[in-house]
């Protein structure tokens, strides 16, 4: 431990680990053990957990323009309708 609270891991365990300076890492305590894992591994898990749910065939990013533009026409639509009236009656 260093001043501040800092951890601080020698060059040697740095390198097994294959740490960084500079890397963000997940922290957490696991059966009153510390574990650290790089931040970027935490997201490759996460997204080769959930590519095992998403068809190959299937564009995630297009789904979500799609559903941003049809929530965009939805709103417009329901402007227009609120407007309806003349403003000065």
């Known amino acids: 431990m260093h001043s501040g609270g800092r951890l601080v891991a020698s060059s040697h365990i740095r390198k ?35 590519a095992q749910y998403i068809p190959v065939s299937v564009s995630l990013v297009d789904e979500l323009i799609a559903d941003r533009r049809a929530e965009a026409a939805r709103e417009d639509s329901e402007f227009h309708i609120s407007r309806g009236g003349p403003l000065f009656g």
């Open 16 to 50: 097994a680990l294959h740490f960084n300076i500079g890397d963000q890492l997940l922290l957490r305590v696991e059966d009153g053990e510390l574990r650290a894992i790089p931040r970027m591994e935490v997201i490759r898990r996460a997204q080769q957990l959930i």
